[in-house]
């Protein structure tokens, strides 16, 4: 089920305590369960916002890579 995104709270949780593969979904939810932003959107309006958290937000992603797959490029 999930919200409209697919994140079910506890995903990202999850995915953590199993080791498993990173999906789209699971980065989404922690991104979610961390800074409140569901998507690239999100994190466009953060910036307009409060542009040091947008920045935080950013930072996770890089220093998390494994995590995103979706930005792998």
Known sequence: ???E????PGDYV???ENEGNFTKETAQAEWFEKF???DTRDWRQLLE???AKAKEALQHVVDNREH???YDD
């Not at 995104?5 to 079910?8: A, S």
């Open 1 to 3: 089920m999930g919200d």
């Open 5 to 8: 995104y697919g994140v079910i």
């Open 14 to 16: 999850s995915q953590v």
């Open 36 to 38: 409140g932003i569901r």
């Open 49 to 51: 916002i409060d542009p």
């Open 68 to 70: 995103f797959p979706q």
